[in-house]
């Protein structure tokens, strides 16, 4: 069995998101995978659980973020010891902090993505935090070069850091929406990010 540990799960839309999702798909195909993550929005999170309650199982964790994650640790911590858990996969440093002495206490193998915001932080506080929990995790995956470079730096004696690169959602099944008409020659368009960046 394969948990996964995340605060970044559809039906919330997001590159983390994505990642997190095609992997707990993929390894639902051949193994039981049980997500605890954070609840997002109730209506539309209960239709993706339900649309895939075939190959995962999703267990929702809503209220205050203090709160929140001892809740969710607290049922991580009940699944290891009533089945056999051959790994916990988190999204982030954070969701591992606070179980990864109990996890390695249990020879659980973790598994921890990386990606480059995450890791920056200029208060020494946070800096140990994160180095604190990823020298203990057993493998490392960074969405990149530039990501692996970061968590060396962090952690020089590390050697289990991988890169994977993050992929995208198949969209071919969707139909194209023609929903505006744009007319001139040449045309130039402008793709932005409209929305604030978390920690921003």
């Known amino acids: 069995m394969y948990i996964?540990?995340?605060?970044?799960?559809?039906?919330?839309?997001?590159?983390?998101?994505?990642?997190?999702?095609?992997?707990?798909?993929?390894?639902?195909?051949?193994?039981?995978?049980?997500?605890?993550?954070?609840?997002?929005?109730?209506?539309?999170?209960?239709?993706?659980?339900?649309?895939?309650?075939?190959?995962?199982?999703?267990?929702?964790?809503?209220?205050?973020?203090?709160?929140?994650?001892?809740r969710k640790i607290k049922e991580l911590k009940l699944l290891i010891k009533s089945s056999q858990a051959k790994l916990v996969i988190a999204d982030t440093w954070k969701s591992l902090e606070l179980c990864i002495d109990y996890l390695i206490t249990n020879n659980i193998l973790t598994m921890c993505l990386a990606h480059g915001n995450d890791l920056l932080s200029n208060k020494e506080y946070k800096k140990n935090r994160i180095v604190s929990t990823l020298a203990k995790v057993s493998t490392i995956v960074a969405?990149?070069?530039?990501?692996?470079?970061?968590?060396?730096k962090l952690i020089q004696d590390k050697d289990q850091i991988r890169v994977i690169y993050p992929g995208a959602n198949d969209l071919r099944s969707i139909q194209a929406e023609n929903f505006m008409t744009i007319e001139g020659d040449p045309v130039l368009l402008t793709l932005a990010r409209l929305d604030k960046r978390k920690g921003h």
């Open 143 to 152: 969405n990149s070069n530039y990501t692996r470079e970061l968590v060396k």
């Open 4 to 70: 996964i540990l995340t605060q970044c799960f559809p039906s919330r839309v997001g590159g983390i998101e994505s990642v997190i999702s095609n992997l707990a798909l993929s390894l639902g195909k051949k193994n039981k995978v049980i997500i605890l993550a954070d609840r997002h929005h109730i209506f539309y999170d209960a239709i993706f659980d339900n649309k895939h309650k075939d190959n995962i199982v999703v267990r929702r964790f809503g209220g205050l973020k203090f709160f929140r994650r001892r």
